[in-house]
């Protein structure tokens, strides 16, 4: 093989991986992008027998998921869930005021945001520590026997 068509080859080879890849790397991003039906529908997933759009939003948690003086961070729904004191439950933007940054961790009633190390009061959103000075905003729940939704 002369060193003409050894490099016809080689750059045929290189156009076919090339082209697979983009088209693998397009079938991926359609495969994982949100987006709604035709009917202005959502693509979110409710559990069986959770009543959908009849009692409020998706069921984030059962109320035992959520431990007392500590809580659960939801990163899909962009939210923070805690249990203050025992049966109260509060809900929180879980983007740090700082810098934007997801909150990571709810324990011994303190929000903790890894990123600056920025800390929020559990009951309140309310910061403690770090260089965050803005709350966490409030978000609206609905709690119905042992189920938590966003409201």
Known sequence: MSATQEHRSLFGRRTVVAAVGAAGAAAALTAC???SDDKGGS????QPGSGGDKQ???V???TAEIPEGGGKVFAQQKVVVTQPKPGEFKAFSSTCTHQGCAVKDVSAGTITCPCHNSTFDAATGSP???PATQPLPAR???VEGDSIRLA
């Open 33 to 35: 992008g949100g987006g």
């Open 43 to 46: 693509d979110a997933v409710e």
């Open 56 to 58: 409020g939003g998706a």
């Open 60 to 62: 984030l948690a059962a």
């Open 128 to 130: 403690t520590g770090g």
């Open 140 to 142: 609206e729940i609905t």
